[in-house]
C-alpha cells in the first residue's frame, strides 16, 4: 500500500491519450438506493439499484493539430466513445477503468492573466470494466 | 534562456545576454536564471512552468535619455516594448511566454547608478 500521486494518471477518449493537456480528472461511480420499508420497522432499509457514472476533467488548452483537446473532444460532443483512465499511470497489473461515455460538455475558459483552460464532462453509459492492465 | 534573448535582440540598440554576463554597457537586457520552475502541470510530463527575470538597464536616472528609454522598453506595446517583442514572438524551445509584470530597480555598474526594469516572464511549455 501506498499513496498514489495523480502524475502519472492517463487518459484517452476515443483512442487519443489526452494524458499531456490534462491536469485534473474525477470519474465518479454511483448507484441508485431504493428506500425498502415496511410496516413495523424502526429504522429505514434501503436497496442498491442501477449503477451509475460520469467523468469529468480538465487542463491546459494546446493547440496542436490533431491531439490537442480542441481538436480530439469539440467534434465528440453527442456521440458514444470509448473512455480509458488508468489512475496509476500505465504499467502491467495497475488498475484500469474502461468505459462507452456519451461526450456532454466540452467548455474553454481563457483568463486574461493565465493559460487558457478547458473542461469536459462525460456520461457513462453501460458497466465499467475495472480490468487491470495486462503485461 | 538563448531563445529569449534572441527575440530580444530584435529590439533595436538593445544589447542582449542570454545570461548574466561579467559586466554590461547599457542599454542592455539580461535575461537571468530561472526563478522557479513548477513541474507536471499536467498528467505525462505535459507541462511545466518556468519563472524567468529579465533584467533591462537603460542608463542612469538623472539622464532624460533614460526615462525616456526606460518608458519605451516597460511600455505594454510598441517596437521597444519588451512585452510586446517578446510575446510576438515564435519559439520552438517552449510553448509560450508571457510578460507578466516588471519592477523598477536601480542598479549599480562600476561605480554608477543605472535605472533597470525587472520584468518577470512566465514560461510555459512541454515537460522533458
Partial sequence: ?135 | MQAIADQLNTIAGLRCFAWPPGTVTPPAAVVGYPERCTFDETYGRGMDLLTVPVVVIVGPPYQRQARAAFSAYTAGSGASSVKAVLESGTYTAFDAVRVASWDQDVYRLAGVDYLAAIFELQIGGKGT
Wanted: aromatic letters at 8%; one cysteine or more; proline letters at 3%.
Fill in chain 1, 1 to 135: 500500500m501506498a499513496f498514489q500521486h495523480g502524475k502519472d494518471t492517463y487518459v484517452s477518449l476515443d483512442g487519443d491519450d489526452l494524458s499531456a493537456y490534462v491536469d485534473s480528472s474525477d470519474f465518479e461511480q454511483s448507484a441508485d438506493v431504493s428506500k425498502l420499508t415496511t410496516y413495523g420497522k424502526d429504522s429505514h432499509v434501503y436497496g442498491g439499484g442501477t449503477k451509475d457514472a460520469t467523468f469529468k476533467m480538465s487542463g491546459t488548452y494546446d493547440n496542436t493539430a490533431g491531439t490537442g483537446p480542441r481538436a480530439v473532444i469539440q467534434p465528440l460532443i453527442g456521440t458514444t466513445v470509448e473512455l480509458v483512465r488508468r489512475i496509476e499511470g500505465t504499467g502491467s497489473g495497475l488498475p484500469q477503468d474502461t468505459v462507452d461515455v456519451v461526450v456532454k460538455k466540452y467548455t474553454e475558459s481563457s483568463p486574461a492573466a493565465d493559460y487558457v483552460k478547458w473542461t469536459c464532462e462525460c456520461q457513462c453509459s453501460d458497466d465499467v470494466d475495472s480490468t487491470a492492465q495486462s503485461a
